[in-house]
């Protein structure tokens, strides 16, 4: 059992720069893939990036890539989103979630434990 708790969302304006930081609970942090997703009002939850349990693996969307970074302190039980150049559509509550296994995956349904979610607004 994992529980994850996310913090660092806030208001930002265009252009600017947030870091969100998840922490887990739990000896075995270092089993676990993890990944960051992002639900905005009205949309589906959908993938923003993953890193594998050592942090040698990262992948990201698409709409993030060369903005967005993912990383992950093993040492410390927790795992960053670091945002920049953060846009209007960035708007979403952003959830961390944790995979057993260690891999890292795209899809929502694959993930096994969620964070309760924080909220980021990007202001034009």
């Known amino acids: 059992q994992v529980q994850l708790v996310e913090s660092g969302g806030g208001l930002v304006q265009a252009g600017g720069s947030l870091r969100l930081s998840c922490a887990a609970s739990?000896?075995?942090?270092?089993?676990?893939?993890m990944g960051w997703f992002r639900q905005a009002p009205g949309k589906e939850r959908e993938f923003v990036a993953a890193?594998?349990?050592?942090?040698?693996?990262?992948y990201y969307a698409d709409s993030v890539k060369g903005r967005f970074t993912i990383s992950r302190d093993n040492a410390k039980n927790t795992v960053d989103l670091q945002m920049n150049s953060l846009k209007p559509e960035d708007t979403a509550v952003y959830y961390c979630?944790?995979?057993?296994?260690?891999?890292?995956?795209?899809?929502?349904?694959?993930?096994?434990?969620w964070g309760q979610g924080t909220q980021v607004t990007v202001s034009s």
């Open positions: 739990g000896r075995t942090f270092s089993s676990y893939g």
């Open positions: 979630a944790a995979v057993y296994g260690g891999s890292y995956y795209s899809k929502a349904t694959q993930y096994d434990f």
């Open positions: 890193i594998s349990w050592s942090g040698s693996s990262t």
